[in-house]
């Protein structure tokens, strides 16, 4: 059974930070591309980062570059997404996703989300004072 199950995300305040883990089981996810997205209430989708097969490149929203950092440890079946200086802004649920293939189109645009094979439930970050 595939799997994909978020957590780490919790009640921070503004210019806090979080860790994200995702954890992928029932598919090889070594040779998947792995993407977080996130939805705020009323909003939506949108793609956060993501991480190819091999870490060989990883890829950023505008709005999150210089502050998340995505890894995969495929040893642990593993992606995590170190949120640091967090805003209100970032407050919203955050979903991984696994794709076989690649993660972006053209130069550096993330694939939406509904271009991915696999996703998970979400986890909730609230970012508030």
């Known amino acids: 059974q595939v799997q994909l199950v978020e957590s780490g995300g919790g009640l921070v305040q503004p210019g806090g930070s979080l860790t994200l883990s995702c954890a992928a089981s029932?598919?090889?996810?070594?040779?998947?591309?792995i993407g977080w997205f996130r939805q705020a209430p009323g909003k939506e989708h949108e793609g956060v980062s993501c991480v190819t097969s091999s870490a060989s490149a990883t890829y950023y929203s505008a709005s999150v570059k210089g502050r998340f950092t995505i890894s995969r440890d495929d040893a642990k079946k593993t992606v995590y997404l170190q949120m640091i200086s967090l805003k209100p802004e970032d407050t919203a649920v955050y979903y991984c996703a696994a794709r076989l293939g690649s993660c972006i189109v053209g130069v550096g645009t993330l694939r939406p989300l509904e271009d991915y094979d696999y996703r998970g439930q979400g986890t909730q970050v609230t970012v508030s004072s």
């Open positions: 029932g598919f090889i996810s070594d040779y998947y591309s």
